[in-house]
Nanobody, 125 residues
Framework: QVQLVESGGGLVQAGGSLRLSCAASGRTFSSYAMGWFRRAPGKEREFVAAISWSGSSTGYAGSVKGRFTISRDNAKNLVYLQMNSLKPEDTAVYYC??????????????????WGQGTQVTVSS
């Protein structure tokens, strides 16, 4: 079992930056691929970014590519999402998720086994 806790959300002006963190419990964290997803009001949960268990492979949604960076520190059981050049359309609740399948990083919410409670990110124009 893995428990995930997100932090780092908040209110920021357009063009600003935030770094989200996801703290994971459990000794098997380093063997899981990790992902970030978001849900905006009235919309379905969507893929943002993901990273393989080793950190050697990453993937991004087209809408955030070049602005967001996912990384991980397996020694500290942490995953990060650095978000730069934020836009009002990035406003959403951001969720961290863990995939125990050992299939590399994946982008569908149904492929993830554990989820955090989410952290709100609000970007004002």
């Amino acid at each position: 079992q893995v428990q995930l806790v997100e932090s780092g959300g908040g209110l920021v002006q357009a063009g600003g930056s935030l770094r989200l963190s996801c703290a994971a419990s459990g000794r098997t964290f380093s063997s899981y691929a990790m992902g970030w997803f978001r849900r905006a009001p009235g919309k379905e949960r969507e893929f943002v970014a993901a990273i393989s268990w080793s950190g050697s492979s990453t993937g991004y949604a087209g809408s955030v590519k070049g602005r967001f960076t996912i990384s991980r520190d397996n020694a500290k059981n942490l995953v990060y999402l650095q978000m730069n050049s934020l836009k009002p359309e990035d406003t959403a609740v951001y969720y961290c998720a863990a995939d125990r399948s050992n299939m590399g990083w994946r982008s569908r919410p149904s492929e993830y086994d554990y989820w955090g409670q989410g952290t709100q990110v609000t970007v004002s124009s």
